[in-house]
């Protein structure tokens, strides 16, 4: 299988290398909107450099898209108008408008678009799905979902972000739909912007928290932060009438006990998402390789990516107005 990935950045130099060994793919042809870092990344993994416009027109069997987040819905709409199936990083775009623009693209096609929200392959939160769906726990009543980065980005890549509620806690809306199976149909959101000021320069927020109601009447809680001085830590608990079960706790969760006779954590904690989460976003490739060999459904439509940006627009909005919100202000 010949596959063309664009963006060779951090995320997009893992995937090259992810793709370089995978058994099924013959030929990675790498693109770049700076050429010299093409070039690069295809002399570390053994791929073929070329340019953007070289790449569709060599017609692939597929393409994963890991560019800066500005070109994914023009990036998705030109894979499907060539018919080519396409996975990409999320968002599909940082607003509602270009994500459903994108989507009636692939729709049009009907073409294969996979989003990249790599926690639906981690073995911790299927296992938590897994309980879930059996009734395990009885009836689930509270979710607390955690996302905390330990440095926050570059000043200059957070406008082009999207805020702290699309670009970071988007995979907590999303997990938490998939784990619970059920919808968020309200959310009361609040952030401060009390750290670095280059969040208060950006409009952004560093620290961000939000009450979620799902629809069956179960409450979560989603709180980030980009200034979490102890580690990387991403982590989710549940809990039912029957039970309680938690995702991301082990030797390397950065968290230390107040109790005396609880031992501190003894691994490294993490240090950022790519080392947490590197064997789900091998999987989900595999999977993507799977999609458009025919093997199995799409694990990760288009559509899931909506859903979450949801939402992510209705707690922006929440922060912003001091209020409530139903999801469904952003359905129309």
């Not at 299988?1 to 042809?29: C, D, K, Y």
């Not at 976003?281 to 288009?302: I, S, W």
């Amino acid at each position: 299988m010949r596959i063309g990935l664009i963006g060779t950045g951090r995320i997009g130099s893992f995937h090259a290398e992810a793709l370089t060994r995978h058994p099924s793919v013959t030929e990675l042809v790498v693109a770049d909107a700076d050429p010299v870092r093409a070039v690069e990344a295809a002399a570390r993994t053994g791929a073929t450099a070329a340019s953007v416009d070289q790449l569709f027109a060599d017609r692939p069997d597929a393409v994963v898209i890991a560019s800066a987040t500005a070109a994914h819905a023009e990036l998705i709409a030109r894979a499907a108008r060539a018919g080519i199936p396409a996975f990409c990083e999320k968002p599909i775009a940082l607003d509602l408008a270009g994500t459903l623009a994108a989507l009636a693209e692939v729709e049009a096609a009907g073409t294969v678009l996979q989003i990249g929200f790599m926690r639906r392959f981690d073995a911790g939160y299927t296992a938590a799905r897994e309980l879930v769906r059996a009734g395990r726990l009885g009836r689930l009543h509270t979710v607390r979902a955690i996302t905390s980065d330990p440095a926050p980005p570059p000043a200059a890549y957070l406008p082009l972000s999207g805020g702290l509620y699309r670009d970071c806690l988007v995979h907590d809306f999303d997990i938490l739909r998939w784990v619970t199976g059920r919808e968020v149909v309200e959310v009361y959101a609040t952030g401060s912007d009390a750290g670095p000021a280059m969040f208060r320069d950006a409009g952004d927020v560093d620290t961000a928290a939000a009450v979620l109601t799902l629809d069956d009447g179960a409450l979560a809680t989603a709180t980030a932060t980009r200034c979490n001085g102890a580690g990387y830590d991403v982590r989710m608990e549940l809990a039912g009438d029957l039970g309680q079960f938690a995702v991301g706790l082990g030797e390397r969760t950065p968290l230390v006990s107040a109790e005396p006779d609880v031992p501190a954590p003894v691994g490294k904690p993490w240090t950022g998402f790519l080392e947490r989460f590197a064997p789900a976003y091998r999987a989900e490739l595999d999977a993507f390789v799977q999609v458009v060999r025919g093997e199995r459904a799409n694990p990760c439509d288009g559509r899931e990516a909506l859903y979450a940006l949801r939402v992510a627009e209705a707690c922006e909005r929440s922060r912003r107005e001091r209020r409530p919100v139903a999801v469904a202000e952003f359905t129309t």
